[in-house]
T-cell receptor, first 113, second 115 residues
Framework: GQSLEQPSEVTAVEGAIVQINCTYQ??????LSWYQQHDGGAPTFLSY????GLEETGRFSSFLSRSDSYGYLLLQELQMKDSASYFC??????????????FGRGTSLIVHP | GAGVSQSPSNKVTEKGKDVELRCDPI?????LYWYRQSLGQGLEFLIY????????KSGLPSDRFSAERTGGSVSTLTIQRTQQEDSAVYLC?????????????FGQGTRLTVV
C-alpha cells in the first residue's frame, strides 16, 4: 500500500505561510525528506529530518515527529515562484530488499497574488 | 557533468516499437535510480543500481522493461513493444553513496509518448 499520505493540493496568497503535512508508514524509518518539483522540471531536494524537531533553511522549515509518524513542510513569506509540487519521501524497503527513496503522491501548491 | 543528464528529453514512438532511454549520473555517484511519473502523479520506483551489486528490479512493471548500467556509470532503460500506458516521464536519479539519509539528484527526465 501507499507508504506516505499528503494533501493533493494547497492554495495560498503571496506573503502568507503554508504548511504541507505528510504521514508515513514504513517497515523501518531512516528519516523524512522533502522535494520540490516545478512543472516540467526535475525534483530537487529541499530538506531532510532524521530526528524529531524543526529544521529551518531560509523561508522553508521542516518538522518531524517520529512518535506520530508525521512531518510537515512550512513555507513562509510565500512567493509566486513557490508554486510547485512538493513531495515527502522516506527510505522504504522495496520488494527486492533494497531501501529506496519512496515518494508520496505530491502536494500541488498554488500561490495567488 | 554538473548534474544528472538524461536523453532524449522527449520521445514519441509508435505502439509496439522498442525505446531506449539514457541516463548519465553525476560522476562518482554509486547509486542510480529509475522512476516513472505519470501526469499529476507521484514517482513510481522502477529499478535501483548500487555499485557493482545486482540491481533491485522489483519495481519494473512487466518483463518488457529492462535496464542496465555499464561500468558503474551510464544507465539505459529499455522498454520493448511499447504500449500506450507506458506514456509517462521517466526520471533518473543518482546519489553519492547508499547511505540511508542520502539526497537524490534527479535529471530532467525523458517524456515518453506512445501513439
Amino acid at each position: 500500500g501507499q507508504s506516505l499520505e499528503q494533501p493533493s493540493e494547497v492554495t495560498a496568497v503571496e506573503g502568507a505561510i503554508v504548511q504541507i503535512n505528510c504521514t508515513y508508514q514504513t517497515s523501518g524509518f531512516y528519516g523524512l525528506s522533502w522535494y520540490q518539483q516545478h512543472d516540467g522540471g526535475a525534483p530537487t531536494f529541499l530538506s531532510y529530518n532524521a530526528l524529531d524537531g524543526l529544521e529551518e533553511t531560509g523561508r522553508f522549515s521542516s518538522f518531524l515527529s517520529r512518535s506520530d509518524s508525521y512531518g510537515y513542510l512550512l513555507l513562509q513569506e510565500l512567493q509566486m515562484k513557490d508554486s510547485a509540487s512538493y513531495f515527502c519521501a522516506v527510505r522504504d524497503r522495496a520488494s527486492g530488499g533494497s531501501y529506496i527513496p519512496t515518494f508520496g503522491r505530491g502536494t500541488s501548491l498554488i500561490v495567488h497574488p | 557533468g554538473a548534474g544528472v543528464s538524461q536523453s532524449p528529453s522527449n520521445k514519441v514512438t509508435e505502439k509496439g516499437k522498442d525505446v531506449e532511454l539514457r541516463c548519465d549520473p553525476i560522476s562518482g555517484h554509486t547509486a542510480l535510480y529509475w522512476y516513472r511519473q505519470s501526469l499529476g502523479q507521484g514517482l513510481e520506483f522502477l529499478i535501483y543500481f548500487q555499485g557493482n551489486s545486482a540491481p533491485d528490479k522489483s519495481g519494473l512493471p512487466s518483463d518488457r522493461f529492462s535496464a542496465e548500467r555499464t561500468g558503474g556509470s551510464v544507465s539505459t532503460l529499455t522498454i520493448q513493444r511499447t504500449q500506450q500506458e507506458d506514456s509517462a516521464v521517466y526520471l533518473c536519479a543518482s546519489s553519492p553513496k547508499s547511505g540511508l539519509n542520502t539526497e537524490a539528484f534527479f535529471g530532467q527526465g525523458t517524456r515518453l509518448t506512445v501513439v
